[in-house]
């Protein structure tokens, strides 16, 4: 794991001798085959060092002399030998440490080596009393050191590289959330960050670092409080026979009254109650006449529109302003973003960072090409075709694709271009692009050329 956290190394007792041992001897007529018969460290508990199928894992007494170093006898099973470093001895600290043992005539073996000293977190400040309010902005740092190899084990012995901050119930001691350190939050020094979840309630917890199978106190009293609503901004690829979605946000209450408007430029707008199913989480069901194509949705709280909050990070709500897309299958292309590049505009990222991408336009000027940002799957391709149909007349008109691609987000979101040509009036259109044999199913407005 590359720790965001300082580790603090102590080197010492480099010329501390380990004690003679002498070997354990394989029982003849054992069916068992052991690919490693004795791991043993000098000032380490036998019962404290396990072997696992490819683990070996080594917890450390309180006062272990010597520190951040290890120097194990090791014994392999028949057949088996070892030139493994670990044999002369390795410091530990933020290692990655293994046995590999050799063999003539069987498979060679390889076993992850975890050393977990006794004391295995350092929380750097005294525990103190904290409080937040539940909300997208709801972080918290805390310090603390963590000690041992690289990675440590739980329980099961899994393979452990992060740590994380466990939430208890002060009333009842039960589990309620374990969060990791939250990658869109800058770290800063020797702090890590960590953000609540729309899944906490409201409530008193205590919070504890854990790092495998160890744990330290973090806070005692850690005041979780219920804030305003927030809905995020949601994304749903859905096929035409699915009606359920579910939506995130923070603070939502059973006894709210939530609702959301379904709509695009080719039907009424459908609104709909969404249904409270546990803290974070709304759902609802869209209504028949909801088909294939694109959708916007709109959030409402009481009766007034509620706009979803925005991300740190995600380019999402760049790449379109559609947020339901009904398809025929699960990799049928969809128009995402109909455009032209004078449209190319900028943002500014959480990081102080100035991206651009392009506004979605319905005002096309005919004097330079339209340009189309499509979702789709499998390989790339440059047989593209934009077909444009009249909204009154219904007539069809396709447009070539020029060979020229717009590209953002280094190139994450394309933009093939379509010149307009002289034989298409001036007028309303409805939007499709085929892509290799493959037509998306219509975009969700109308564009005006002009």
Known sequence: MNRTLALIVCLACLCWQCK????????????????????????????????????????????????????????????????????????????????????????????????????????????KNLALTIGPDAHFAASFDLKGTKATVNEGEKLIYE?????????????????????????????????????????????????????????????????????????????????????????????????????????????????????????????????????????????KKKEPYLEKQGIDRYSGDDHFYIQKTRTQPIARIVTQPSRITSFKTYMGLSLNYYASATEINRQEPIIVYTESWGPATDKFELILIDHKSRKEYKLAYSGTVYSVFDGFLSFPAFPVTKSVPNGQYEVYILRNSEKTERYSQIITLK
Do not use: C
């Open 163 to 303: 740590p994380l901050i466990r939430f208890k119930s002060k009333a009842t001691g039960e589990i309620v959330e374990e969060l990791y350190i939250d990658p869109r939050e800058t770290q800063r020094g020797d702090s890590a960050t960590f953000t609540l979840p729309g899944t906490i309630l409201p409530g008193e917890y205590t919070a504890e670092v854990v790092w495998g199978q160890k744990t330290e106190i973090l806070t005692s009293q850690f005041v979780v409080k219920s804030g305003p609503v927030f809905f995020k901004r949601g994304s749903w690829h859905m096929l035409e026979a699915d009606r359920y979605f579910e939506i995130n946000g923070f603070n939502f209450s059973p006894t709210g009254k939530y609702e959301a408007i379904i709509e695009n430029d080719f039907m009424p707008a459908e609104r709909i109650n969404l249904k409270y199913e546990k803290a974070g989480t709304l759902s609802g069901n869209l209504p028949p006449s909801v088909g294939l194509g694109n959708y916007k949705i709109t959030y409402l709280e009481n009766g």
């Open 20 to 127: 003679e041992k002498k070997e354990p001897v394989p029982q003849p007529g054992s069916e068992k085959v052991i690919d490693v018969l004795d791991f043993s460290i000098p000032g380490a508990d036998q019962k404290n060092i396990r072997i696992g199928k490819d683990v070996i894992v080594v917890n450390l007494p309180e006062n272990y002399a010597p520190g951040d170093y290890i120097k194990p006898v090791i014994v392999p099973g028949t057949g088996y030998s070892t030139q493994s470093p670990i044999l002369n001895g390795v410091s530990y600290e933020d290692q990655e440490i293994t046995l590999d043992l050799e063999s003539k005539t069987r498979q060679s073996r390889k076993f992850n080596v975890i050393v977990i000293p006794f004391k295995a977190i350092n929380v750097r400040e005294p525990a």
